[in-house]
């Protein structure tokens, strides 16, 4: 019987992706994103035997837990959360920083990541099996100039990681970070308010990982036998050695 997967930000870029190989690899996948156009474009072309569709906005606990709710119960069945739903908002000092970007990063990748995990978790905990993946980011394990606030956020990813390994053992249900640096993805049109341009910059002169390399590693972590957990992944591309330094052509 085909496995059952959850994929926050599925819209786009890694969440996409790691939808894409799970299905290759003979999941079922429910994939979340706000822009319900995609969504139900990834639904046709796919077909709704394999995939379902749930379009809200992680932001919002209500939303969160009326639409993961609505599924069916054969749905609810649920193998692998991928809590990949996430952003950054400029990239800046934090003394001259935009509250509005804060508080929509804190919203989305800390508390979006709590809402659907605790939903999840209790179904995954009832049943004594599952496996959660937490897409965090270099930028939760170090610093870098001006990405502050993202970078707490991704920080706050890693210790709710943790947290949720040591919570959910009892329970049988693996927890996984995975931990990329930079991926070429709609992730820095979005940091720079839909700036092509400045976006393409960031990849200019190396060679950036792309999201089937993370897609890659979500697949290997959650088909490792029962006994196995991966704790943790940090995946660099080999140009980018730390957060904040890439050596470019
Ligand atoms: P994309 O911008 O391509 O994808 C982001 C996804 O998150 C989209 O599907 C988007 O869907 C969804 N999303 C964003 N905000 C919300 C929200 N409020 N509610 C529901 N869904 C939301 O970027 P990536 O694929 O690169 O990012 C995926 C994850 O990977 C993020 O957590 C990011 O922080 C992390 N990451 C990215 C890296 C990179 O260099 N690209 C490196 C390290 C980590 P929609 O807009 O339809 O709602
Ligand atoms: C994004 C990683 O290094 O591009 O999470 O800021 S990096």
Redesign the pocket.
């Known amino acids: 019987m085909s496995k059952i997967a959850l994929i926050?930000?599925?819209?786009?870029?890694?969440?996409l992706a790691t939808a894409k190989l799970l299905l290759e690899n003979d999941y079922k996948v429910i994939v979340?994103?706000?822009?319900a156009e995609?969504l139900l474009q990834f639904q046709e072309e796919i077909g709704s035997d394999k995939v379902y569709t749930l379009c809200?906005?992680?932001?919002s606990d209500e939303e969160v837990n009326f639409a993961l709710n609505s599924l069916p119960a054969e749905w609810k069945n649920i193998d692998v959360l991928v809590n990949?739903?996430?952003?950054?908002w400029g990239l800046g000092q934090f003394f001259n920083g935009n509250t509005t970007h804060w508080d929509t990063m804190i919203d989305?990748?800390i508390k979006?990541l709590l809402y659907v995990s605790k939903v999840v978790a209790n179904w995954m905990k009832d049943k004594k099996s599952g496996h959660i993946v937490n897409?965090?980011?270099?930028?939760g394990k170090d610093v870098y100039m001006n990405g502050n606030v993202y970078c707490a956020t991704?920080h706050a990813v890693d210790a709710l990681t943790r947290a949720m390994r040591i919570e959910l053992a009892e329970f049988k249900v693996k927890v996984t970070g995975i931990h990329?640096?930079?991926?070429e993805?709609?992730?820095s049109e979005?940091r720079f308010d839909g700036d092509k341009d400045r976006a393409k910059k960031v990849y200019e002169g190396f060679e950036n990982l792309i999201?089937d390399d993370i897609a890659d590693a979500v697949y290997y972590a959650v088909s490792r036998p029962a006994h196995v957990n991966i704790n943790d992944l940090v995946i660099m591309p080999t140009a980018q050695p730390a957060a904040g330094v890439i050596h470019r052509n």
């Open positions: 926050t930000g599925g819209t786009s870029g890694i969440g979340t994103g706000r822009r995609r809200f906005d992680v932001r990949n739903a996430g952003l950054a989305t990748n979006g897409i965090g980011s270099i930028a991704k990329p640096g930079a991926v993805t709609e992730f979005v999201a």
